[in-house]
Structure formats: C-alpha cells, structure tokens
C-alpha cells in the first residue's frame, strides 16, 4: 500500500516540477508577473510533495531515505528547492525561479531514470549518523547547486555587459551585484554545512569502521571538493574575490561536487557505493 | 437631432513649430480657456489638456458649419495669420478622434515614445475639466477609457521599459552592474554638460555623492557645489578611484588620461568593487583597454549610442504592437457609443417590453382555458396597448430636443432607467 503510494507521490513530484518549471520560463520570456506568482505556487506544492514523498520513502525501508541513488537524487532535489524558497523568502532576483527550478526538474529526472528499489542495509551502518551526516550533505549540495545556478547567470549577464552586445538575456537577468550576493550568500551557507556534514561523516566512520578517515575515494574527493570552496571563501574574506572568478569557482565547485556524488560511485568505487 | 460629433482639435510638436506653440500655451490654467469654450455655440461636453508639447481640445458638438473656424479662433485668437492657422492645427472627427485620444494616453504620439508623465498630466486635465462640470457621460466615460487603453498598453507591451537618451543609457546599465545606485558615488572628470546632465540622472537615481575633478578648480568647485559635492584636482584622479564606482570622463584632452596599469593596482585597494566608466570625450580620455579588466566596465560615447539606438528599435517594435491594442480599444469604444445613440435605444428598450409582453402572454393564455381565436387578439391588443401607453412618456421624453438637456444624458438616464445593458459589456 505505501509502495503504491509513494510511487504515485514520486510521479505526482515530477508531474509539478515539471509544470513549475515550465511556468517559469514561460515567465522568462513573456515577463508577465501573474505568470511568476503561478510559478512560485506550483514550486511550493512540488516542495510539500517531495517532503511528502521522502517520509514515504522513511516509511517503507524504516531509514532515512538517502542510501540509494535514487533517494539522494531526489534527497538533493528536495534540499534545492527548499533551500531556495528559503532564499526566495529573504531576497528576490530577478528570474533566479527559472534557472532554480529547471536544475532541480533535471535531478528529478536523473532521479526517475535510476532504480527505485529499496534495499537492505548493512546492519553496521544502521546509526543516527546516516540521516545526519546524509542529509547534511546533500541540504550542503542544495545551496551549492543554488550558487551554481548564480554563476552561470553571473557569467551570462557579464558577458552581455562586457561586450556590449545586448542580447535576449540582458533584460531578463537581474544586476552583476544582487548576483553577486547570492553567490556570497549561498557560498556561505553551503559550505557552512558542508564542512558539518564531513565532520559527521568522519564521526560516523569511526563508529561504524573504527577508522576516522581512510582515503576511500569518496573521502578523497569530497575533501577536495571541501577545499576547493574553502579557497573561495578564504579569497573572498581576505581580498575580495568576487564577480566573475567567484561565478567561475561557483561552477567549478558545483561539478566537483556532482563528481562526488556520482563519479565516484560509477568510476572509482569505494565503501561509500549507494545499495543497489 | 441635430449631428453630435467627437470632434478633437490640437496642436503638437509634431504639426507646431515651437514659436507658435509658444503663444497659445495655456500659461495660467485650465480654468479660464474652459470658460471660453463653454461660449462656444453647440459644445456639449469638452475637455482640454496642455503640456509642453501639445494642447488638445476635445469635445463633444453639434457639428455646423462655423464650427471649425470658431474652434481655430479659439486656438489662434487671431495671433496668427488666418490662412496659416489650417496647417498648423488638426482636426479629427470621430472614430479619428477617439484613437488619436488613445495613442496619446498610451504615449505612442509623445515627443519620446513611451514616457510616462502623459497619463498623468491627461488625468490632472480630466480632474480640472470634470470640476468645472464640462464633461458628460460621454466624454467621462471615453477618458476613463483611455486611461485603461494607457494601462493595458504599459502591462502588455515594454513600451516603457527601455531608455532612449544617453543619460538614461547610462543610468540603466548602472543598474545592470550595481543593482540599486544608493550609496554609490559618482566622479566628474571634466565639467562638461554632457557630463553633468548625466550626473544629474544619476543623482536622480539616488546616487549618493558626487565628486567633480577638473583642470581649472573654479569651475570644479561651481559643479561640485550644485551637487553638494566635493571638488578635487586632476592630478588626485587615481587616488579618487578607490572610493568612487563611477566615473564620467569629458575632458577636452586631446591624449587618453587613464591608462590601464594606472587603474589596475587601485582595483587591489578596492577588493574589487566593480568600477563603471563612462568616456563621453572626443577623443577618448579613458585607455579602452581599461574593458579587459576584471569587475571594470568601461563605455565611450559610441557604445552608449549604440544602447540608445538599440532600445530605440525596440520601443518601436514594441509601438506596433501597442498601435493594435489602441485600434481594438478604439472598435470597442466605437461599438458602445453607437449603441448609446438614440434610435438604437429606443429599439432596444421596445425589444425589451415586447419580450416582457410575450413571457407574460405565453404564461397567463393557457391557464385562461379555451379561449377563441378573438378573444386571444383582443388580450394581446390589450397587453401591447398597456405597453405602449406606459412607453410613451419616456419616448417623448427622449424624442425632445430641449436644449439644457443634451441627449447623452437622457439616453444614459433612460438605459439606466430600464436597466438596458451596454452592447459591449
């Protein structure tokens, strides 16, 4: 009964997603205002049914649902739409919706195309830990992906400034500056949390392998990924780094974490692979 | 009933050298020419608005013969020779005159396409001439359309969205790089008047200091002093660049007095705050070069040219569109006008008693049993004789020509009245 159900739930998130971010690009090119407050009510509803659809997905295996690929896809779906409707309440930029929500429609499809089964877990991994440290992560992931979505907005709108040629997007995109910001913002938060969810994880490890840290690859590359913001955010505070470089590093920073969550896994194997 | 027009006539910038205009601008207000008008013979309802570049007087008259050259008289009041009054004025009738209404609310017929003080200067004119009692149902009811054409055509098309003059182009991409201009500051180099209207937009726009460098001090501290600014000499120009974001440059040197490696260490000391300069000298002052670097955005006058005539074509594009919005407004107007006419009115209110009648008939007739065929005639000979006898009063009423009434308003009362629906609505 709750498989049915959640899969239905699953289906009905894509479903509005996609019927959200269709009525923000509408937006984007129409720039008709009735159409954007539409667009953020169909966000919301898909936010309260991804939430929906997790606690489905908890009821089922009776763990935190991020141990397959298909739960932390959907996981990190959930935790960039929240992540920004929760920015959304502080700032407004301009047509940040349209790029935001078809980032997360496309996670929700990769989501979609993977296995939905649900598996066993090692009885040694079964600890608080895994929601903690997961959930950490990916909500750490949701605001990356959010300055990611910035930077290349950033990159668009500069070069339009630069070469003074301008085009479909100059109108449409909001000021270098409030772009700026976001990726400050978002830059700060995310790493804030993914520093925390490393911390766990190293804590996690200890108690479920007695080792604090051993090279898996998935360690290796998240510290990588770690000290790849860490640079922007050091540069940024010490001598201001911003503009461009920061909307460069933004993207750099977002595939190295891609790399993490998925590379890895298919590429390089290691203790940290999803159940199957 | 005699013929009832709308009837417009105006001047504008476009029919009217300013030298003429000049003369028949309405200096003191709209209360003594809304005198005058009332005096002439046959205007039921009028309304006139005068702003810099027009003024336009519309009305609703009985259309004779003298009534243009009463209306140019009005005008011209004989300050300009009769026979060159006819090719400075317009005049259009009607359907005409209505969309000419509507193109200048929408500011499809200002000087600059799309500005947006029209709409309210035509409302502050409707407000006078609506105190003074001169418009009716006619004339109420076409302003306050043409107030919602103006709306619907600033929702539906960017007619409004896109700056046409230099100044204007500099203030919108400082938009684009600084988001909102509070607190940012703005440096003259050079005093030049380019260079100060500019400043003046940009002031406009909340900027929050102005800074003013020039050759000759005096003239620096004049400029400084109007902007409440500060003036400094040429040769701190790099040390000014730390605290400045933007900065116009209109010297009239005949070298570039910028160059690149004397801005690029300065951009170390602002932890690179984006810079916009602005190069409106010929020749340049500022190293074009100066555009490779990192967070600085740098435009001579060809660019903002350019920006200028790009949203130029755009407004244009964008005008079409808004010309079609008009003419449908302008149908829909017309459709209900005729509708408001006489003879339609009392069509419609006989089609609504007939009906009453009929509905009535259709129930009360069974219910009378068998009847013959006579009896049947002579109740609706009854029911259609009650009808008619109730009608003709108010018929009467209409049909008169009394002149302290005009029929605008007997219509509207008598539509009200019997609650007769408007065609369009």
Redesign the interface.
Known sequence: MISEISFLLFQTVLAVTFLACAAYIVFFIT?KKEVRTIARWILIVSGILQTAYLISRYMLTGYAPVTSLHEAVAFFAWASTWAYLSFRWRYTVKNFGTFVSLLIFILLVISASVSRKTAPMDAALKSLWLPVHAGVSLISYGFLALAFCGGLMYLL?ERE??S?R?GYF??RL?????LDQLNSHCLTVGFLFLTFGIVTGIMWAHQAWGTYWQWDPKESWSLITWFIYLIQVHQRIT???????AAVMAIIGFSAVLFTLWGVTFLLGGVHIYAR | MPAERIVLVGVNHKSTPLAVREKIALADGYQEPLKRISKIPGCREYYLLSTCNRVELLLVAESYDRLEDELIDFFFGGMVPAEKCRDYIYIYYDEKAVQHLFMVASSLDSMIIGEPQIVGQLKEAYRYASAQHTTGPLLNRLLHKSFSVAKRVRNETGIGSSAVSISYAAVQLAKKIFGSLQDKKVLLVGAGEMAELAAEHLVGQGVGEVVVANRTLARAVDLAQKFNGLAVSLEELVQQLERVDILISSTGASDIILQKDQVKPVMRTRRNKPLFFIDIAVPRDLDPSLNDLENIFLYDIDDLTNVVELNKSEREKEAVKAGRIVDEEVLKFLRWYRGMAMTPTIAALRKKVDAICRVELEKTLPRLGNLSEKERQTIEKMTTAIASKVLYDPLQFIKQNSCKQNSNVKTDMLRTIFGLKDEDE
């Open positions: 720039r709108q400034l630069k003074k301008f100059f109108s909001p000021s270098l500056e409030a001598v201001g780094w911003r503009g461009k470089r």
